[in-house]
């Protein structure tokens, strides 16, 4: 397994732009969260799946983002419209929901809004 | 609510000195704590977990439930041990929250 793998590693564009971040988690693996990681608040759980159901998403920031899990293999981070205080590094990550599983990380996405 | 708190942006200290990276937290239910590590250019990757009680890279962790601290300890920090840290508490649900994460600098 290549595990998590995100798409792109690397987004600029501009304010006001609609941007979709990728993920595809690890085969067999059923919860996956999404992270956004800065300086000033480290790693901040933006929301979680289980079994494909998003489970929590107080960690969204704004209506802005939206996540989907249509399927197990494969999930979606958008940000509409984006603005510059975006600009961030995006992770994914996905686990085995049971005692004791470690989570695995894909490689990050950067995102620059300009 | 599930709270990780790490006090430290930034550990700086020479080698062969010993480390601690300090970690406390909130959760009202029983909780599972790790540490993750993040090397330059790799990814964020496990450390150790509390459940373990395992000793990693000579790193160790012991959960405090008293004083609800999951400090990481080495007693001798080496070069390579320069990275960020972050501890992360796992609660119910499979909720899994991270704290802000502390660089730490090895100087030789």
């Known amino acids: 397994d290549a595990g998590v793998i995100q798409s792109p590693r690397h987004e600029v564009t501009e304010m006001g732009q609609e941007v979709t971040l990728r993920c595809k988690p690890i085969?067999?693996?059923?919860?996956l969260f999404w992270y956004r990681q800065t300086m000033m608040r480290g790693l901040e759980l933006l929301i979680y799946f289980n079994n494909n159901v998003p489970i929590d998403d107080s960690g969204m920031p704004e209506d802005r983002f939206s996540a989907k899990m249509p399927n197990a293999s494969f999930s979606t981070l958008k940000i509409q419209p984006s603005e510059p205080r975006d600009s961030a590094v995006y992770f994914c990550?996905?686990?085995?929901?049971?005692?004791?599983?470690?989570?695995?990380f894909g490689q990050g996405t950067r995102l620059t809004v300009v | 609510a599930q709270r990780v708190t790490q006090p430290e942006k930034l550990l700086s200290v020479f080698k062969g000195a010993p480390v601690e990276l300090k970690c406390n937290y909130s959760y009202s239910g029983s909780p599972e704590l790790f540490w993750y590590v993040q090397y330059s250019r790799q990814r964020l990757q496990l450390l150790l977990r509390?459940?373990s009680r395992e000793s990693i890279k000579g790193f160790t962790a012991d959960l405090n439930k008293g004083e609800t601290s999951f400090h990481l300890k080495k007693p001798f920090a080496q070069e390579e041990d320069s990275a960020m840290y972050y501890c992360a508490l796992r609660g119910g649900g499979n909720k899994l929250v991270f704290g802000a994460g502390t660089i730490l600098r090895v100087k030789s």
């Open positions: 085969s067999g693996h059923n919860s």
């Open positions: 509390h459940i």
């Open positions: 990550a996905s686990s085995y929901k049971g005692a004791t599983t470690e989570a695995f």
